[in-house]
């Protein structure tokens, strides 16, 4: 039995992930170098919040079988495997999930299929009885060490998160500045990105995007200025509020373009469309991304 077991609670399960958005494959994503990071990041953190600790769960391995991304877990104590089941039966880890994933792959939404399964026991068919399910997790012991491939992208997330933390000068939703492999954090010459579940190159933003923003953004200039400014230091309190004041008689397309002058100029290469897309759709600026992005017809992934 567990409760006289002389040896540590661990017991180990499998999580089924499939988006039921077509365009938005999950293995593919992981398979690619660039996105992988992105996915384990988000994976990561959903994880944390299931269990209220970075630490409350292991994964040994990211298996890619389409249309399944399925993740390897490890529990190293009871109470924090109960955590995670009721976060995983009441769709709290599913949600979080979603919405670590849209964060980290900067898109609109990740629609998510999830199945949890220990052994040859589909747990999902039984989650209201959680005893029976820690029954079941506890008698798969966990059958390997973590991945070299999980223990290289946990530095990598480790080394990003602090780097985050003591220099904000890096974008939240830019995954090209979390390297697969210790690269160092300059921006790769090919990297992509996803938007409206459609996977685009990444790229500096050009005069035509410049002056296409400056005549469509109107008011809400301001609102995608302070979106940038979380990541760059050139639009910081109060440059925002003096580019308005400097620029009022000039009005509004001027005001934007100067705006997104100083980001580009400041950012220098780093000054990517993918940045400016997500602080578009930060802010409800969807048809202005599209726009940007040469995206007129979408698939609706709802």
């Known amino acids: 039995k567990m409760a006289g077991s002389p040896t540590p609670w661990i017991g180990s399960a499998y999580l089924f992930l499939q988006s039921t958005c077509k365009s938005i494959a999950l293995p593919s994503l992981y398979e690619s170098s660039q996105k992988k990071p992105c996915v384990f990041k988000a994976l990561k953190l959903a994880l944390a919040d299931s269990t209220g600790s970075v630490n409350g769960v292991d994964m040994l391995k990211v298996h890619c079988s389409h249309p399944h991304l399925i993740v390897q877990l490890r529990f190293c104590k009871q109470e924090n495997c109960r955590r995670f089941l009721?976060?995983?039966?009441?769709?709290v880890l599913q949600k979080s999930l979603q919405s670590h994933l849209q964060l980290s792959l900067a898109t609109t939404t990740v629609p998510l299929e999830v199945e949890l399964k220990a052994g040859s026991e589909h747990l999902d068919r039984m989650l209201k009885d959680e005893d029976h399910c820690l029954e079941c997790i506890y008698r798969e012991k966990p059958d390997r060490l973590p991945d070299e491939e999980i223990t290289e992208l946990e530095e990598c997330l480790k080394?990003?998160?602090?780097?985050?933390?003591?220099?904000?000068?890096?974008?939240?939703?830019?995954c090209s500045s979390l390297p697969y492999s210790p690269q160092g954090s300059s921006l790769p010459p090919q990297v992509t990105f996803i938007f409206q579940g459609q996977q685009f190159d990444n790229r500096t933003i050009t005069p035509d995007d410049h002056q296409k923003f400056a005549k469509s953004v109107s008011k809400k200039w301001k609102q995608v200025g302070r979106s940038l400014q979380k990541s760059c230091r050139a639009l910081r309190d109060p440059v925002i509020d003096n580019l308005a004041l400097e620029y009022d008689r000039e009005g509004l397309y001027e005001q934007?373009?100067?705006?997104?002058?100083?980001?580009?100029?400041?950012?220098?290469?780093?000054?990517?469309?993918?940045?400016?897309?997500?602080?578009?759709?930060?802010?409800?600026?969807?048809?202005?991304?599209?726009?940007?992005?040469g995206l007129y017809s979408n698939e609706d992934c709802s």
């Not at 009721?86 to 769709?91: A, H, I, L, N």
């Not at 990003?160 to 933390?165: E, F, G, T, V």
């Open 86 to 91: 009721r976060s995983y039966r009441e769709g």
């Open 159 to 174: 080394s990003l998160m602090l780097h985050q933390s003591t220099n904000n000068n890096v974008a939240g939703k830019d």
């Open 256 to 293: 934007a373009y100067q705006m997104l002058l100083r980001f580009i100029q400041s950012e220098g290469k780093k000054a990517t469309i993918a940045r400016l897309i997500a602080a578009l759709e930060e802010n409800g600026l969807i048809s202005l991304a599209e726009e940007l992005l």
